[in-house]
C-alpha cells in the first residue's frame, strides 16, 4: 500500500520518499515530504495545534484527508506517483500540484541532492490566472496583486520575505521553510524553490473570507503581544543624537512646547566599539540620570543594538571562543566592513542570544530602559554570499531567512524574563516575528515619492503576511534635505499618513551631516542634520504638531485595535478587500486602506496633489473627518486635500470624538 495512517494524519511512501499531511489548526493542513527519511517537526514559525481530527479515506489509488473545509485528495498514477488536489467544502480546487505533464515527466516535489545530505527543493502547483495574491512581507514595489511576479526568499535592508500568500481564491499558504530560495507566481505556474534543505514544509488553509483567512494563520504561527501604551504615541528619532545633552534638549524642547512625546530614540555608535553593547561614557556619562528626566516628562528611552561585533569589541575573544558568533564557510572570519571589521552574533544560537542579553540587561535595562532597536536584522552582510556562513542551526543558505526572528526572541525572552511588555523595533522578520514582539519598519528606504508609495504597499503586504506591528522611518531615510521646501512637502504628507500607522515614528537621515571628532581628535560617526518637528519651519511645526495630537486622540480607538490583534490575530492596517471581500473593486485598490474597520484613510502619494479620488464601499455611510461631509457608500468620490489635510473618512457613526480634529 502506498497510503496509510501517520500519528493522526496521512501518510504517502514511494521510491524514498514519505509524505505527509496532518491537520494543523481549523480548516487547515501542514504538509511535509522528506527524502530517504521521515518529515520531522521543525518549529521555525508553526506552532503546536490544538488536537485536531481529521477524516481519512483510503483506496488503493486515492487517499483523500479532509479537515474542516479543506480536503487533500491524493492521487495515484500508472507508476505509483502521487499527486495532491486541495479543495475547499464546497468541492472548489483551491490548489493543486504540477504533476507529471504526461511525457514532460516533470515532478510536482523535486528533490536534487546536494553533496553533504540536504536537497536543492522545488515545489510545483497549476497556476489559477484568475486569481489575485497578496502578501510575501515587505518588498520595495508599488505592485499590489503579485500575481505574475517573482520574489527571492531572502532578507536584506528593506526587503522582509516572510513567505505567506492569500488567494482571492479562498486560500492562504505558509511555505515553512527559511531557505534562501525562490517565489514564483506566473501565469503558468506557482513554484517555490529553497536552495538547500531536508524537507518540504508548508501550511494551507481554506476560508471564506479574507478574515477568516487570516486569524487561522495567526493561530497557527502566534499572535502579537498586547501593544504598550507608549508604543501608541509619537516617537522622535534622528541619525542620530551623539551625546546626552543632545537628545535631552530635544525631549525637552517638546516638553515646553507641550507636545505629546512617547518615546525618543538613541540611534547607532553611541557605543565605543560595535558589540560592546554599551554607552560611550566620554559622550553618555550618566544613562540612569538622562533616563529618569526622560521619565519625568512622560518619555521613554529606546536604544539601538546592532548585531555586529567588531574584532576591537570587549566582547569579541570570549564571543569567539565560544562559538557565539557566525562562522564564515571560507576566507577570512568576517561578516561586515563598516565602520570597523566586524561578524554577527549567531542569533540561532541559545546561548549566544542570552549572552547578548545579560549585556543588554546589565549596560541598559539596569539604567531604566526597556525599549530595544534591533537594527541589521536581516541579518546585514557586506556581500550576500548566502552560502558563505554558517549558523548553530545550519548553513544561511539552508536557515538565515529565520534570523531576524530569533534576533527578536533572543530580547523578548529577556523582557519577559524581567516583567516588561516586550516590544522591540526590528529591520526585518520573518513567519512567528510577530509573537514575539517585533515591531518591523521598512529599512533605509529613499526620500522619494515613489518610495512613500512603495511603502504603503509594503504596510500592506505586511499586514496580510501576518506582521500588525509595522511603520516606516517618516519622511524617508535617505536624501532628504532640512531646509529642502521639496522635501517638506513629501515629509509632510509622509508625517499625515504616519499619524494611520500602527506606530508613528519620525527618523532619517538628513543632509546636511555634521562631522564630529573626539577630546582627543580622532573621528567620530558622523550625525545628520536635525529631524525635529520644528526643523521644518512653524508653518509646518503647526501642521506636524496638529497631528500628533490628533495621534493622542485616537489612543483609545487605537488601544482597542491593538487589544483585538492580541486577542484575534486581525492587523491594525487592512487591504480594503478584508473588510469588504465581496465588493470586486476593493480588491484592485492600493492606495487607500482600513484602520481597523472604522477608519478609512486616503494618503496623498504625489506631489503638488491637492485633490484625490477615494472609493466608499457600499453598506456603510462615510463621513470626512476635516468636514464632516457625509457620503453614502458605492461610490468613488473626489475630495479636497491641501497640503495640511489627508482625507481620512469615519464609518458609519463610529467615532464622532474625532471629528473635525483635523
Known amino acids: 500500500m502506498y497510503f496509510s495512517l501517520w500519528k493522526n494524519g496521512l501518510c504517502y511512501k514511494n521510491a524514498g520518499e514519505t509524505l505527509t499531511l496532518v491537520p494543523w489548526g481549523k480548516n487547515s493542513l501542514r504538509v511535509r515530504s522528506a527524502m530517504m527519511n521521515e518529515p520531522v517537526d521543525t518549529d521555525y514559525a508553526l506552532l503546536p495545534p490544538e488536537n485536531c481530527t481529521a477524516e481519512i479515506n483510503i483506496d488503493e489509488n486515492q487517499a483523500v484527508i479532509v479537515n474542516g473545509k479543506l480536503?487533500?485528495?491524493?492521487?495515484?498514477?500508472?507508476?505509483?506517483?502521487?499527486?495532491?488536489?486541495?479543495?475547499?467544502?464546497?468541492?472548489?480546487?483551491?490548489?493543486?500540484?504540477?504533476?507529471?505533464?504526461?511525457?514532460?515527466?516533470?515532478?510536482?516535489?523535486?528533490?536534487?541532492?546536494?553533496?553533504?545530505?540536504?536537497?536543492?527543493?522545488?515545489?510545483?502547483?497549476?497556476?489559477?490566472?484568475?486569481?489575485?495574491?497578496?502578501?510575501?512581507?515587505?518588498?520595495?514595489q508599488e505592485i499590489w496583486d503579485i500575481k505574475n511576479c517573482v520574489f527571492e526568499l531572502a532578507q536584506r535592508n528593506s526587503q522582509a520575505s516572510v513567505p505567506f500568500v492569500l488567494s482571492s481564491a479562498g486560500y492562504g499558504f505558509l511555505w515553512h521553510n527559511p531557505a534562501i530560495g525562490k517565489a514564483v507566481f506566473a501565469k503558468n505556474i506557482t513554484q517555490w524553490t529553497a536552495a538547500s534543505t531536508r524537507q518540504?514544509?508548508?501550511?494551507?488553509?481554506?476560508?471564506?473570507?479574507?478574515?477568516?483567512?487570516?486569524?487561522?494563520?495567526?493561530?497557527?504561527?502566534?499572535?502579537?503581544?498586547?501593544?504598550?501604551?507608549?508604543?501608541?504615541g509619537f516617537w522622535q528619532c534622528k541619525l542620530r543624537y551623539?551625546?546626552?545633552e543632545q537628545l535631552l534638549n530635544v525631549a525637552r524642547e517638546y516638553h515646553r512646547r507641550g507636545v505629546p512625546l512617547s518615546?525618543?530614540?538613541?540611534?547607532?555608535?553611541?557605543?565605543?566599539?560595535?558589540?560592546?553593547?554599551?554607552?560611550?561614557?566620554?559622550?553618555?556619562?550618566?544613562?540612569?540620570?538622562?533616563?529618569?528626566?526622560?521619565?519625568?516628562?512622560?518619555?521613554?528611552?529606546?536604544?539601538?543594538?546592532?548585531?555586529?561585533?567588531?574584532?576591537?569589541?570587549?566582547?569579541?575573544?570570549?564571543?569567539q571562543q565560544r562559538g557565539l558568533l557566525i562562522r564564515a564557510e571560507r576566507g577570512v572570519q568576517l561578516g561586515k566592513l563598516f565602520a570597523g571589521n566586524s561578524m554577527q552574533y549567531d542569533a540561532t544560537n541559545p546561548e549566544a542570544r542570552k549572552f547578548v542579553w545579560e549585556k543588554c540587561k546589565e549596560n541598559y535595562y539596569k539604567h531604566g530602559i526597556r525599549l530595544f532597536w534591533l537594527d541589521e536584522a536581516e541579518p546585514n552582510y557586506t556581500v550576500d554570499d548566502f552560502d558563505n556562513y554558517r549558523m548553530q542551526l545550519g548553513t544561511h543558505a539552508a536557515i538565515g531567512n529565520l534570523y531576524p526572528q530569533l534576533y527578536a526572541k533572543g530580547f523578548y525572552d529577556g523582557l519577559k524574563e524581567v516583567g516588561e511588555e516586550p516590544l522591540t523595533l526590528v529591520r526585518c522578520a520573518w513567519a512567528g516575528s510577530q509573537r514575539f514582539g517585533a515591531l518591523v519598519w521598512s529599512g533605509d528606504v529613499h526620500c522619494t515619492w515613489e518610495a512613500l508609495r512603495s511603502q504603503l504597499c509594503a504596510g500592506l503586504h505586511m499586514a496580510v503576511a501576518g506582521i500588525p506591528w509595522w511603520t516606516t522611518d517618516i519622511g524617508g531615510f535617505n536624501g532628504g534635505e532640512t531646509e529642502d521646501p521639496n522635501f517638506h512637502r513629501l515629509l509632510v504628507r509622509w508625517f499625515e499618513w504616519g499619524t494611520f500607522c500602527p506606530v508613528m515614528r519620525l527618523h532619517g537621515d538628513r543632509s546636511p551631516r555634521e562631522y564630529l571628532h573626539r577630546t582627543d581628535g580622532s573621528p567620530l560617526f558622523p550625525t545628520g542634520a536635525d529631524n525635529e518637528i520644528w526643523s521644518f519651519g512653524e508653518e509646518n511645526c503647526a501642521t506636524l504638531t496638529r497631528y500628533i495630537r490628533l495621534r493622542e486622540a485616537m489612543r483609545p480607538y487605537l488601544?482597542?485595535?491593538?487589544?483585538?490583534?492580541?486577542?484575534?490575530?486581525?492587523?491594525?492596517?487592512?487591504?480594503?478587500?478584508?473588510?469588504?471581500?465581496?465588493?470586486?473593486?476593493?480588491?484592485?485598490?492600493?492606495?487607500?486602506?482600513?484602520?481597523?474597520?472604522?477608519?478609512?484613510?486616503?494618503?496623498?502619494?504625489?506631489?503638488?496633489?491637492?485633490?484625490?479620488?477615494?472609493?466608499?464601499?457600499?453598506?456603510?455611510?462615510?463621513?470626512?473627518?476635516?468636514?464632516?461631509?457625509?457620503?453614502?457608500?458605492g461610490q468613488n468620490v473626489c475630495v479636497q486635500a491641501p497640503l495640511d489635510i489627508i482625507p481620512v473618512f469615519r464609518r458609519g457613526d463610529a467615532l464622532p470624538e474625532l471629528q473635525g480634529l483635523l
Open 71 to 140: 480536503r487533500a485528495v491524493l492521487t495515484l498514477d500508472g507508476r505509483g506517483r502521487c499527486e495532491i488536489a486541495y479543495y475547499n467544502q464546497n468541492g472548489k480546487c483551491l490548489l493543486r500540484e504540477n504533476g507529471y505533464q504526461g511525457a514532460l515527466d516533470t515532478a510536482s516535489r523535486h528533490f536534487k541532492p546536494i553533496l553533504g545530505g540536504d536537497w536543492e527543493l522545488t515545489a510545483s502547483f497549476n497556476s489559477d490566472p484568475n486569481e489575485k495574491l497578496y502578501g510575501m512581507g515587505q518588498y520595495q
Open 559 to 633: 488601544r482597542c485595535l491593538m487589544q483585538e490583534t492580541h486577542e484575534t490575530g486581525r492587523p491594525v492596517m487592512r487591504p480594503m478587500f478584508y473588510e469588504f471581500p465581496q465588493d470586486s473593486a476593493c480588491w484592485d485598490l492600493n492606495d487607500q486602506y482600513m484602520l481597523g474597520g472604522d477608519l478609512l484613510v486616503a494618503p496623498v502619494l504625489y506631489d503638488h496633489m491637492d485633490q484625490r479620488s477615494v472609493y466608499l464601499p457600499a453598506g456603510s455611510k462615510w463621513t470626512l473627518l476635516h468636514t464632516g461631509e457625509t457620503f453614502d457608500g
Open 242 to 244: 551623539w551625546n546626552q
Open 263 to 319: 518615546v525618543i530614540v538613541c540611534d547607532y555608535f553611541h557605543w565605543p566599539k560595535l558589540g560592546d553593547y554599551r554607552f560611550d561614557e566620554e559622550f553618555f556619562p550618566d544613562p540612569k540620570a538622562m533616563t529618569d528626566e526622560l521619565k519625568e516628562m512622560g518619555v521613554e528611552l529606546m536604544v539601538s543594538v546592532w548585531p555586529q561585533v567588531d574584532v576591537k569589541s570587549e566582547n569579541y575573544a570570549e564571543m
Open 200 to 232: 518540504l514544509d508548508y501550511w494551507l488553509t481554506a476560508g471564506d473570507t479574507p478574515d477568516e483567512i487570516e486569524r487561522a494563520y495567526a493561530d497557527a504561527v502566534g499572535h502579537a503581544p498586547m501593544m504598550p501604551e507608549y508604543g501608541l
